[in-house]
Nanobody, 114 residues
Framework: QVQFVESGGGLVQPGGSLRLSCVAS????????MGWYRQAPGKQRDLVAR???????NYADSVKGRFTISRDSAKKTVYLQMNSLEPEDTTVYYC????????WGQGTQVTVSS
């Protein structure tokens, strides 16, 4: 059974940084495109960043230049380094395959506020 466990969220001031981690079990992340998603209350879940099996990355325009996705296949972990955080980045973040086809984890809450 595939499972994703996200962590690393928290409260940070505008301009601050956080590093999110997503540990996968029951799967081999190196052979899939993996993505980080976020969902604000009342809105759909959107892709924030993705990394292909070859290591190519793509980002939503709203986070380009501020967020960096990476992967450690040996640790079955996908990371999201978030810099220059803005209040608009406040929401719950999830990881999954891209396109998503596994169950969602519990996510990790990121709150950007002074």
């Amino acid at each position: 059974q595939v499972q994703f466990v996200e962590s690393g969220g928290g409260l940070v001031q505008p301009g601050g940084s956080l590093r999110l981690s997503c540990v996968a079990s029951g799967t081999i992340i190196s052979i899939y495109t993996m993505g980080w998603y976020r969902q604000a209350p009342g809105k759909q879940r959107d892709l924030v960043a993705r990394i292909t099996r070859s290591g190519s990355t793509n980002y939503a325009d709203s986070v380009k230049g501020r967020f960096t996705i990476s992967r450690d296949s040996a640790k079955k972990t996908v990371y999201l380094q978030m810099n220059s955080l803005e209040p608009e980045d406040t929401t719950v973040y999830y990881c999954n395959y891209y396109p998503q086809f596994a169950s969602w984890g519990q996510g990790t809450q990121v709150t950007v506020s002074s």
